[in-house]
C-alpha cells in the first residue's frame, strides 16, 4: 500500500497497525468538542488511538470521552464512555476499546490495539470535556485505509 501524504509514515514494528498520525500537545478543550484528527476521502479502520497526559490534569471533575462527528449530517457520536481525569499524573495514557459503551481507559501502560477496531466516515474525532480544566494530551492514532483516497490529518 503506497503512502503519498508526508504527514502519516507506514508502521511496520508495532503490530501492523497501520498509517500513524500524530496531534502535538494541547490544552484540553473547556466544556467543548476539539477536534484531534480529520478523515478526508472516505471511510477509515481505526486500529487505535492513544493520548498521553503531557501536563498534569486539574483536580476537579471532569468527563471526558472521544466523540466522533461525521461531515455529512448527522450528531456526533460517542466512541466510548466517559472516565473522569481529574487529578491525572503526566504520563498518564488514554486509550478505547472500541467497544462504544466502555469508558475511555486510563493506565500507565495499556495495549495500543483496540479489540475492537472501528470503521469511521469522513469527520473529526474529538476530545470532549464537561469541565473547564487546566491539563493538556498529546495523541496518536493508528488507521488503515477503507476507500483509496480516504487519509487522516492532525486537526
Known amino acids: 500500500m503506497a503512502d503519498t501524504n508526508t504527514n502519516r509514515q507506514r508502521l511496520t514494528e508495532v503490530g501492523q497497525l497501520g498509517f500513524r498520525v500524530d496531534k502535538a500537545t494541547a490544552s484540553l478543550p ?4 476539539a477536534a484531534l484528527f480529520t478523515i478526508t476521502g472516505g471511510r477509515i479502520y481505526l486500529t487505535g488511538i492513544i493520548g498521553e497526559v503531557t501536563t498534569v490534569m486539574q483536580s476537579q471533575a471532569n468527563n471526558t470521552k472521544l466523540v466522533f462527528n461525521p461531515t455529512e449530517t448527522g450528531a456526533d457520536q460517542d466512541i466510548c464512555a466517559v472516565l473522569n481525569t481529574t487529578g ?13 459503551g466502555d469508558a475511555l481507559r486510563d493506565d500507565l501502560w495499556i495495549g495500543i490495539s483496540m479489540t475492537y477496531p472501528l470503521i469511521l466516515s469522513e469527520g473529526d474525532i474529538e476530545l470532549n470535556c464537561a ?3 487546566t491539563g493538556s494530551v498529546s495523541w496518536t492514532m493508528f488507521y488503515y485505509p477503507v476507500d483509496t483516497g480516504a487519509t487522516v490529518a492532525s486537526a
Open 30 to 33: 473547556q466544556t467543548t468538542d
Open 88 to 100: 491525572d499524573a503526566v504520563g498518564t495514557l488514554y486509550t478505547i476499546s472500541g467497544t462504544v
Open 131 to 133: 469541565a473547564s480544566n
